[in-house]
C-alpha cells in the first residue's frame, strides 16, 4: 500500500504528478486551518506533510500517529515545533542553499531603495511632483563604499556581504555566533560584537534566524547605539525586532531609514504607523519570492518527503539526530 502524503503549500502539476505515482495524496487548500475537524480522518493516516506556514501543534501532532516526516517550503522552520517532532521521531526537513542568493538579492534591493529613496521618490514622480531638478531635501545617501554591518553570517548573511563587498567596495562587519575565518579572508569582513557593529555600521543588516535567543535582539538600546544616519534593513524574521522601538526610532531621527521584508505580524495590519513613514521600504516577505526560486525550494521539498518517505536520508534534513 502507498503511504500518504498530505500537500498545503504550491507544487507544480509535474512536482504533484511525481508525489502521486508514490504516494497516496491528498491536496489541501492553503485556506483550510490543518486541525479542521474535516481533516482529521486525513491526518490519522498521514505518513508524510508537505508545504509551506504549516500550523502544527503538538496538539495535531497527537492525531497523526503515522507522521514520519514533515517538509517545510522555507528554510526558516521557527513556526514549527521542532523539539516536540524531535521527540516524536518525526523528521523535520528545510529547503536551504536555493534561496539564499535570491533573498541575498531582496536585501540588496533594500538596501539600494533606501538609501537611494527610490520608492518615495518613484511615487512622487508619478504623483506629478517632478517639475525641476530636485534639490538636497530629495538626495539619498551613498552606498558604495560604506560600512555593511551583517546580524548574523550564515548562508544568506554572507551573500549579502560578498555583494555589498565585492559589488559595492563595502566594509563588512559581522556579529554571528561563529567565527567565519574563510569569509573574512575573502571578504575582507570583519567581525566584532554586535555593540560595536551597530555604533559603526552605515546599514545594519539582519540575517539571524528566529530562536529563543534572537527574539527581540534589537529592540530600543540596540537602536540607541545606532548612527542617526545609519539604514537598517531586516530580512530575516520581524520577531527578532521590537518593532514599536524600530518606529520610535524612524519616528524620532534615532536611525534615517529601514527596509523591511519582515514583520511583528504579516501581513503588516493597515494600522501599522510603518505604513507611512517615507523613509520605510515595507515589502511583502518577498525574500526568496521568485518563480525560480519558489519552484526550485517546492523542489527540495518534493525531494526531501520522497527520500524520507522510502527510507533514505533527505538532502536537508533539521533534527539529524531523528535519523541516527
Ligand atoms: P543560516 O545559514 O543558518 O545562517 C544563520 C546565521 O545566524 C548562522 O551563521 C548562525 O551562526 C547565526 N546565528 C544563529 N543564532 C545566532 C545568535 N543567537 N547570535 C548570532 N548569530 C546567530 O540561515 P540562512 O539560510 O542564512 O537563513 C537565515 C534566516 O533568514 C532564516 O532562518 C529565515 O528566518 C530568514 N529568511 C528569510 C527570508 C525572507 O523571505 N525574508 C527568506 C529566507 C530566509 P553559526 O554560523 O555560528 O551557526
Redesign the pocket.
Known amino acids: 500500500m502507498k503511504k500518504r502524503l498530505v500537500v498545503q503549500g504550491r507544487l507544480s502539476d509535474a512536482q504533484l504528478a511525481t508525489l502521486n505515482d508514490l504516494f497516496d495524496v491528498s491536496v489541501l487548500p492553503k485556506t483550510t486551518a490543518l486541525n479542521d475537524p474535516d481533516n482529521h480522518a486525513l491526518l490519522a493516516e498521514a505518513h508524510g506533510i508537505i508545504g509551506s506556514g504549516l500550523a502544527i501543534t503538538p496538539q495535531l501532532l497527537d492525531a497523526t500517529p503515522n507522521l514520519e516526516v514533515v517538509a517545510t517550503i522555507s528554510?526558516?522552520y521557527?513556526n514549527l515545533p521542532v523539539e516536540e517532532l524531535t521527540k516524536r521521531g518525526i523528521m523535520l526537513c528545510n529547503t536551504?542553499d536555493v534561496?539564499?542568493e535570491t533573498?541575498a538579492d531582496?536585501g540588496f534591493t533594500l538596501i539600494m531603495a533606501t538609501a537611494r529613496r527610490v520608492v518615495e521618490l518613484a511615487e512622487w514622480v508619478k504623483a506629478g511632483k517632478w517639475q525641476a531638478s530636485i534639490g538636497p531635501a530629495l538626495f539619498g545617501s551613498d552606498v558604495h563604499g560604506k560600512t555593511l554591518g551583517m546580524i548574523?553570517?550564515?548562508?544568506?548573511?554572507q551573500a549579502v556581504a560578498r555583494r555589498g563587498a565585492l559589488g559595492f567596495g563595502m566594509q563588512v562587519r559581522y556579529?554571528?555566533?561563529?567565527p567565519k575565518p574563510a569569509l573574512e579572508q575573502e571578504l575582507g569582513a570583519v567581525r566584532c560584537e554586535l555593540d560595536e557593529l551597530l555604533a559603526t555600521s552605515d546599514f545594519v543588516c539582519v540575517?539571524?534566524?528566529?530562536?529563543a535567543?534572537?527574539e527581540r535582539l534589537i529592540g530600543a538600546q540596540q537602536f540607541a547605539l545606532m548612527q542617526p544616519s545609519a539604514i537598517f534593513i531586516n530580512?530575516?524574521?520581524g520577531k527578532v525586532v521590537d518593532e514599536s522601538a524600530l518606529i520610535n526610532a524612524l519616528e524620532n531621527g534615532v536611525i534615517q531609514a529601514a527596509g523591511l521584508?519582515?514583520f511583528e505580524q504579516e501581513p503588516l495590519p493597515a494600522a501599522s504607523p510603518l505604513l507611512n513613514m517615507p523613509n520605510v521600504v515595507a515589502l511583502p516577505?518577498?525574500?526568496?519570492a521568485t518563480h525560480e526560486t519558489r519552484d526550485a525550494m517546492a523542489q527540495r521539498a518534493v525531494d526531501n518527503v520522497r527520500l524520507a518517505l522510502q527510507g533514505e536520508k533527505p538532502i536537508s534534513l533539521v533534527n539529524e539526530e531523528v535519523n541516527q
Open positions: 528554510v526558516g521557527d536551504p534561496l539564499t533573498t531582496t548574523g553570517f550564515g548562508r544568506i548573511g556579529s554571528n555566533a561563529s540575517t539571524v534566524p528566529l530562536t535567543d534572537t530580512i530575516a524574521r521584508d519582515v516577505h518577498i525574500g526568496s
